[in-house]
């Protein structure tokens, strides 16, 4: 009897045919809504189902759909599309060269957005390198954006990170780092500490499911459920992590929801790509978190349908056309679906809007280049890269920051001579 | 003033920010009921509350990455590691968050967190109670390296890191918790009751980072020490006979290189001696900016007496510590002509 050692594979590999059997999908209103103080041994089974409130007509139906206004919808809706037009422009713009890098999020607009449309305006997120769509739900100017993608003159980060690793506290929005999972504990201690204060507002941590392996996601589960803190853990289950599928985090065992019942933690788990879903999960979890019972882990089931970054090929590792196999959709598509349903949207107003929306970010890009890009080098000064290491710059810093400008000075001299 | 051990300083030093600044909260394991396997926080929680002093889950990274999180909010943690030896798992959320929040955001968040621990041997704790893993934190730009070596230092220095925006490491040498040693196991333990640097003053003041201070004047050579090895200096001076001039930096980053190139100048030779262990540790850092500086001032040679570079080993401890044996050999090795 010799012991067996196994690899998982995907379903799918590139030129085999996409295979999404291995979800689970209820039908949209099937799930019951507890209240927000329900127990969290209550509601184990809803970390295996799927939370859904639009049907494949665009209905809301059941227990979770949200009381929210049309024109609230239509802002996420038009976030979700500038969204995507950015993604789509500044992936176009590495590719000219203008940016060393780019990582889009298309297909997860609604997480993101949605999440920044619903939770409070003091409430912070712990993101990961994919909720752009978080800032632009927030009105953070895209010239900023693309000011940090470009590193030019203008970048508030002055050149020091990499593209997209924006940083807006007065959106709430917490600086980007690129270890995977870091900011899921740091979440929870912001949280503790707005608990600590008798504050009213809370902290969410993003992360993926693939960096839900590190120990990161363990630390913060353990200390969410050691404290109560009021906090929202989400994990965005996109079901790839660059080539590596879910099933290699261990996502063949169990939902990563279910992760959070092994801590005692309330486990929600909820279609992705559906905006109003996304709107009424969120608002159960903070609820739940303002009224003082604890923390809630929500697994958001959705697709990444971009690429992991510019440095990735994905028709590498899985079928070209995945994306259009998905059963769960495109997050725009079904909110305008249901929007013209309600006879709220037209497909006339989709083509205005997106037109719209092409000139606005077409206009923010084009300002954000007149400002430098990689092509032309105009960037934040060599010797500012000494700055704001610490609060006051040291001595040795300022030694090493004269040696450079010293060697710049010399080689500027024999340039000219 | 009061007559305090370093562990009781180091107390006290947390107790005065507790009540001076409610941002201030304290925690790690062992640290809230019970006060800590050191007793550095003995009686903080029933004074302040557990809301400001409380116990932790087992985890480093846990502990270092709330701290993160809970500086960004805007409280002031002060966090215990219990000992320096289990600090790794710590390593991520210090070195690619902490130390470098600040300049990745552009200046909109800070981490002003302290962590504190246990470091250093002389206590047969082997190799996962006796490390001194400070070069660890020296290499990261954007973290402070503040290493005592008495409990008024101990205290001051606390308060002005607990006090400083930055993040720093708050590296206690936990053989001087109770009292001086130098060295030499086979004698009575020493309590700092009735050492000059025992004295307290019971409420708030500032040792100010970034400073060293000279421990003893001389003339012959510069011996660049800190924490425990300060004592095992002064050992090895009385005992040769070498007129060492000993400069305790108590800050490892910042540096104050002037104090040491200043010495150096004067003495013209100069040895380095520490715990850790030998390749890659502090006194390789010090013996590079030593003759970048000052090897025009030099006679000899810059020496190290270190740890050697092995595990720490358990039954061998005095085999490994660098005690005033193998300094005093050094410090007049250095002396020939």
Known sequence: MALQFRVPEPPARPGEEPDFSYLDIPAAGAVDRPPVDVHQTSIRDLAWTMIR????????????????????????????????????????????????????????????????????PRDMCFPTYRQQGWL?????????????????????????????????????????????????IQAVGWSMAAAIKGDDCIAVGMIGEGATAEADFHHALTFAATYDVPVILNIVNNQWAISSFQGIAGGNHATFAARALGYGIAGLRADGNDYLAVLAATRWARARAVAGVGPTVIEWITYRAAAHSTSDDPSRYRPKDEWQAWPLGDPIERLERHLTQAGEWSEEQGRDTRAEIAAHVRAAIKEAESYGTLLDGRQASAKSIFDD??????????????????LQALQREGAET | MTAMAMNVAIRSAMDVMLGRDEDVVVFGEDVGYFGGVFRCTDGLQAKHGRHRVFDTPIAEG????????????????????????????????????????????????????????????????????????ETFFTHVCGLKTVLPSNPYDAKGLLIAAIEDNDPVVFLEPKRLYNGPFDGHPERPVVPWAGHPLGEVPDDHYVVPLGQAAVRREGADVTVVAYGTMVYVAEAAAAETGVDAEIVDLRTLLPLDLDTIAASVAK???????????????????????????????????????????????????????????????????????
């Open chain 1, 53 to 120: 409130v639009l049907d494949d007509d665009g209905a809301a139906v059941g227990p979770w759909a949200p009381d929210v206004s049309p024109d609230e919808l239509r802002t996420g809706l038009r976030a979700m599309n500038t969204t995507r037009k950015y993604d789509e422009r500044m992936l176009t713009a590495q590719r000219q060269g203008k940016a060393s890098f780019y990582m889009g999020c298309t297909g997860e607009e609604a997480i993101a957005v949605g999440q920044a449309r619903e939770l409070g």
């Open chain 1, 136 to 184: 632009i739900a927030r009105d953070w100017p895209l010239v900023d954006m693309a000011c940090q993608v470009f590193s030019n003159e203008k970048d508030r980060l002055h050149g020091r990170q990499m593209p997209i690793m924006y940083s807006a506290r007065d959106a709430g929005f917490f600086s980007i780092s690129g270890n995977l999972g870091t900011q899921y």
């Open chain 1, 389 to 406: 290491v610490f609060e006051e710059m040291p001595p040795h810093l300022r030694h090493q920051r004269d040696e450079l400008e010293a």
């Open chain 2, 62 to 133: 846990g502990i270092i990455g709330v701290a993160v999180g809970m500086g960004a909010y805007g409280l002031r943690p002060v966090v215990e590691i219990q000992f320096g030896d289990y600090v790794y798992p710590g390593l991520d959320q210090l070195i690619s968050e902490a130390a470098r929040l600040r300049y990745r955001s552009g200046g909109e968040f800070h981490a002003p967190l302290t962590v504190r621990m246990p470091v250093g041997g002389g206590i047969h704790g082997g190799q996962t109670h006796s490390q001194s893993p």
């Open chain 2, 267 to 337: 003495t013209g030779r100069c040895v380095i001696i520490h715990e850790a262990t030998r390749t890659s540790g502090f006194g390789a850092e010090l013996s590079a900016v030593v003759q970048e500086h000052c090897f025009y001032d030099l006679e000899a040679p810059i020496v190290r007496v270190t740890g050697w570079d092995p595990p720490y080993p358990h039954a061998q401890e005095w085999d490994f510590f660098p005690g005033p044996a193998r300094l005093g050999a050094a410090l007049q090795a250095v002396m020939e002509p």
